[in-house]
Nanobody
Framework: QVQLVESGGGLVQAGGSLRLSCAAS????????MGWFRQGPGKEREFVAA????????YYADAVKGRFTISRDNAKNTGYLEMNSLKPEDTAVYYC????????????????????WGQGTQVTVSS
């Protein structure tokens, strides 16, 4: 089991920045790929970003490319999502997830790539 706890969400004006954290405990976090997903009001949960276990590869949804940065610190068992130039359409509950697979979907973007999920943190961007 891997337990994940997100933090860092909040209310921010458009153009602002937030940094989300995902603290992991339980099994060795460094073995797992990590992803961030979000679910806006009335929408399905969608892929935001992912990072391989070593941090050597990162993937982003087109909607956030160039504005968001995913990273991880395996020594601290923590993952991060730096969000800049936020837009009202970024408003959502953000979830971190961890998965261990032999094969992943392209860009590590599938919800089925991940076994463990956090409870989510709300991000609200005002216009």
């Amino acid at each position: 089991q891997v337990q994940l706890v997100e933090s860092g969400g909040g209310l921010v004006q458009a153009g602002g920045s937030l940094r989300l954290s995902c603290a992991a405990s339980g099994r060795v976090f460094s073995n797992y790929a990590m992803g961030w997903f979000r679910q806006g009001p009335g929408k399905e949960r969608e892929f935001v970003a992912a990072i391989t276990w070593s941090g050597s590869r990162r993937y982003y949804a087109d909607a956030v490319k160039g504005r968001f940065t995913i990273s991880r610190d395996n020594a601290k068992n923590t993952g991060y999502l730096e969000m800049n130039s936020l837009k009202p359409e970024d408003t959502a509950v953000y979830y971190c997830a961890a998965g261990l697979r032999t094969y992943y979907t392209v860009g590590y973007s599938g919800r089925n790539d991940y076994d463990y999920w956090g409870q989510g943190t709300q991000v609200t961007v005002s216009s």
